[in-house]
C-alpha cells in the first residue's frame, strides 16, 4: 500500500508518517481478502496487518487500537519469517532499516507478536536458495 502512495507521488520513498498506517492496514486487508476469495488453495503475501502494527510500535512507539485487534484476529496456516541471519541488507530505494542490529530487533519483536497471536511461523534463515527451499517445503507440508 505505501509503495502506492510513493507511486502516485503521495509519499517519497522512505517518507512515511504515522497516519499512512491507517491506509496501510486497511489497504492490506481489503486486498488479502479480495485474494483469498480467488486464491487457488495458496495465498502468499509479503506483509500483513501485524507487521504492520509492528513496524508501527518499532518507529512510532505505538499503534492504533483496530490495528492491533485486527492483527490478533486475522488468521493465517503459515508465515514465513525472513530472518536478517545470512543475507545483507540490499538497497532498492525503498527500504529504511539498513542496519543488521535494528532487523534483528525488528525480527525478534515481529516473532513475540506472532506468539502473542498464536500464530504458526517459521523462521527462515540461510542463502536465498535455502531460504525458498524451506518455505516450498513448509507451504507443501500444509497440503499433506
Not at 101 to 124: C, D, H, I, V
Request: hydrophobic share 35%; proline share 1%.
Amino acid at each position: 500500500m505505501f509503495d502506492e502512495m510513493v507511486a502516485v507521488g503521495v509519499r517519497r520513498a522512505g517518507e512515511f508518517r504515522y497516519e499512512d498506517l491507517t491506509t496501510v492496514a486497511q489497504g492490506q486487508i481489503a486486498l488479502e481478502d479480495s485474494l483469498a476469495y480467488n486464491a487457488n488453495k495458496v495465498l502468499v503475501c509479503d506483509t500483513d496487518v501485524l507487521t504492520t502494527m509492528t513496524w508501527s510500535d518499532h518507529y512510532f512507539g505505538t499503534h492504533e487500537d483496530w490495528i492491533e485487534e485486527a492483527a490478533y484476529v486475522r488468521q493465517y496456516d503459515l508465515t514465513l519469517v525472513l530472518s536478517p541471519d545470512g543475507t545483507d541488507h540490499v538497497q532498492d530505494g525503498t527500504r529504511v532499516m539498513t542496519k543488521q542490529s535494528t532487523r534483528q530487533t525488528f525480527t525478534t519483536t515481529l516473532e513475540r507478536n506472532l506468539q502473542r497471536a498464536g500464530r504458526s511461523y517459521l523462521k527462515l534463515t540461510g542463502t536465498h536458495e535455502e531460504r525458498y527451499n524451506k518455505a516450498v517445503i513448509a507451504i507443501e507440508s500444509l497440503f499433506e
